[in-house]
């Protein structure tokens, strides 16, 4: 099969859909398909573009043995909802010049959001005579009119027009969650025209190491138990909560310590945070690249995965938990929904109230007090679930049977 995946954001950027793709790709190429990647350049989150990229509108280059199209982005990494659409479109006209200087393909996999992004796909699919693959991670607009990001009715009622369109001219609708197909479901599309593509974990970067006692002594916490949060410090994260958990077990359980590995845009509301309320009980360790994070879970006895308590949240499965499950590592989760049932049935987690520090307070205190064995058992039902239902050489599984599928049914009804 040949495929081309349509994504503004990809590697060296880090973020769960630049690892999405990258991993999907590698194992189809792996396989023995083709696959070419069309994207942007680097530009995520600083809303800078390295040097080598800069004064280019197009760049072609091999990365890691995928083939990359890379054109021109108006970086805009924060600042107003107008600036961040500024930054969309660009790159929404700017990838069909990267679709022209592709290969032909049977099918484009394209990646939302942005939601805008579809049109190139579509609109490339055409050209191409290949088939539109929708990949939707989150439903867009109505997830952003929620979280308060986009509030002009006008363009919110264009943006439901165009997301109907697309989900309607889409060939099959690949989702992130459960929450998202039932939601494509309600829309119209046929339930054979949709799967589940869930964020994922390489098993085999992603595995139960040693403590590294050297990092833990670097750090200064060796001898703690510790409760690791790694991934971006945003607003969705509800991390304040975490660290007014934090202060209400400074006192009760002094060998219990809140590590935070990342960066964002509430990195500095939070250290102030831990400085006002005198939090010697948690570090800011900044962040790592990659390939030093099964280090970091290598020293982590928890991984706290944190969510704000709105309903749109219920829905969502955030990637931290799988590299987390992968290396052993139980997760706390502080949210409500699909993940919370997922961890749950598989016992290899344990489920907080999202935003309600005495609720994550509470569960960590039960957490830190289990025996040998039952850790143990969460830690190995952890590994077997990734490895069974969130390895990438399981999802690229799933892939390769939906569209096969599609295509056996289309064959049939043209004969």
Known sequence: MRVIYLCQHFPPE?????IRVYEVSKELINRGHQVEVITAFPHHPHGIIPEEYRGKFYMFENWDGIPVHRSWIYPSPKGSFWKRLASYFSFTFSAFYSIMKSKPTDVIITNSPPLFLGITGYIGAKMKRAKFVFNVADIWPESAVELGILK?????????ILERFLYKKSWKIATATEGILEYMVRKGKKREDV???????????????????????????????????????????????????????KDKLPDVHFLFVGDGQEREKLLAMKEELGLDNVTFYGSV???????????????????????????????????????????????????????EEHNCGKIALPENPVAISEAVAELAKVSDEEYRVMGENGR????????????????????DEKQRIVERANS
């Open 384 to 403: 077997k679930l990734a490895i069974d239902q969130y390895s990438w050489k399981s999802i690229v599984d799933d892939i390769l049977d939906n569209i």
């Open 195 to 249: 799967f589940l593509l869930p964020n994922g974990v390489n098993t085999d970067t992603f595995t139960p190491l040693p403590k590294d006692h050297g990092l833990l002594q670097e750090i200064g916490i060796d001898g703690k138990k510790v409760f690791m949060y790694a991934g971006a410090l945003g607003y969705a994260q509800g991390l304040d909560s975490v660290l007014k958990a934090a202060e209400l077990l």
């Open 14 to 18: 880090t973020g769960a859909p630049q």
């Open 152 to 160: 002009n009715k006008q363009f919110i009622k264009l943006a439901e």
């Open 289 to 343: 690249p990659v390939s030093e994070m099964p280090r970091m879970f290598s020293i982590a006895d928890y991984s706290v995965v944190s969510l704000r308590d709105i309903d749109l949240f219920k829905g969502a499965r955030p990637s931290k938990i799988f590299p987390a499950i992968s290396s052993g590592v139980p997760v706390l989760y502080c949210g409500s929904g699909e993940s919370a049932a997922i961890l």
